[in-house]
């Protein structure tokens, strides 16, 4: 037995539908008003409300400039981390889904409303729409537009102007009429570059740290000695702690105390180890 659909669940799912429909109508002005409201709202606090409550879902920290245009506003579902400067406008017959870390530069342009190549169909009033969905970290530049069925995959990079008439993949970035891929994003070759310099410090001090170690567990093996012929207690509580005031006190950053201490207690229980392995030898 077939499900009877409303027109709104057609246009939901992609399917042709009648946007005269009573229901339709009365969201789309339902919408006006709410973007009457968003965009005249001065208070930042309050627009943000108004926008949690006109979208269908929405991640925290979302910013959209004034002013913003929209169909219905159920349809949009924005994940954390959102801007989207002046003037955007959503066209959202189908589901708009987009991903955390976004940023929309001034007149980006999102459709999913299409119609009929049928020239009787479309003069029948009958309309369809596709989804849009975009990726995590995705930036889209001014004046771009995304027309109905385009995925937008993670990290992509859109230029101003394009328009994108087909799905992007992961980490590249696009631009033209109709836009093409341009280059790919080498996030991770870039970020090793940038790492290169401060790894090679750490790498350099490293050496210096392990022969100061060495000389450190030197004089370890000389307390070893000692409290193995004294039958003295392994642990000093009192000496550990006294270690560790010292170490405080020759930090000159405040933000590395706690972790030079806790290094100093791992480098404290190693020793502790080290002794008892020597001092339990035959």
Known sequence: METFKSEKQKMIDGELYFASDPELSASRQHAREQMKLINNEMDKQIRKQLIEETFGTTGSNVYIEPSLKFDYGFNIHVGKNFYANFDNIFLDICPIKIGDNCMFGPNVQLYTASHPLNAGKRNSGLEFGKPITIGDNVWIGGGAVIVPGVTLGNNVVVAAGAVVTKS????????????????????KAEMEDVLAAPRKKIDALDREITSLLEQRMDAVM???????????????????????????????????????????????????????EQIDKA
């Open 168 to 187: 992007v993949p992961d980490d590249c970035v696009v631009g033209g009429n109709p836009a093409k891929v341009i280059k790919s994003i080498e996030e």
């Open 222 to 276: 000389e307390i070893a000695a000692i409290k193995k012929l004294k039958g003295k207690d392994i642990l000093d509580s009192s000496r550990e702690q006294k270690v560790l005031e010292k170490i405080a006190s020759y930090t000159t950053k405040d933000e590395y105390r706690a972790v030079l201490q806790e290094t100093y207690t791992g480098i404290m229980a190693a020793s502790r180890a080290f002794q008892k």
